[in-house]
């Protein structure tokens, strides 16, 4: 089992900035032989896929619409995963969750996901 733990989130301004970082743990997981995902939960909608970096290479892959003001990297030596989130807007509101993914190319569903953090909070003000 691994164990996430996410950070970072905050009350921001529209057309700010924050970055996120989902940090992993576990007694018998290898970090680069999984892939990390963000989800995002805003109030009465559905959990939506944000992006994720792939196992092995860390390569970042994005949800629909996520490229362009979100950006993902990977930190093998702090098993650690970010999201740097960029000119923020008031619908980016949500709680923040990562998630491990055993598989192999670009999991985005909840169900490819198995281990989930408690998530962060984060709010933009307009």
């Known amino acids: 089992q691994v164990q996430l733990v996410e950070s970072g989130g905050g009350l921001v301004q529209a057309g700010g900035s924050l970055r996120l970082s989902c940090i992993a743990s576990?007694?018998?997981?290898?970090?680069?032989?999984?892939?990390i995902g963000w989800f995002r939960q805003a109030p009465g909608k559905e959990r939506e896929f944000v992006g994720g970096?792939?196992?092995?290479?860390?390569?970042?892959y994005y949800g629909n619409s996520m490229k362009g003001r979100f950006v993902i990297s990977r930190d093998l030596a702090k098993k650690t995963v970010y999201l740097q989130m960029n000119s923020l807007k008031f619908e980016d509101t949500a709680i923040y969750y990562c998630?491990?993914?055993?598989?192999?190319?670009?999991?985005?569903?909840?169900?490819?996901?198995?281990?989930w953090g408690q998530g962060t909070q984060v709010t933009v003000s307009s």
């Open positions: 970096s792939r196992r092995n290479d860390g390569t970042p």
């Open positions: 576990g007694r018998t997981f290898t970090f680069s032989k999984v892939a």
């Open positions: 998630a491990r993914s055993d598989l192999f190319g670009d999991p985005q569903t909840m169900g490819e996901f198995a281990d």
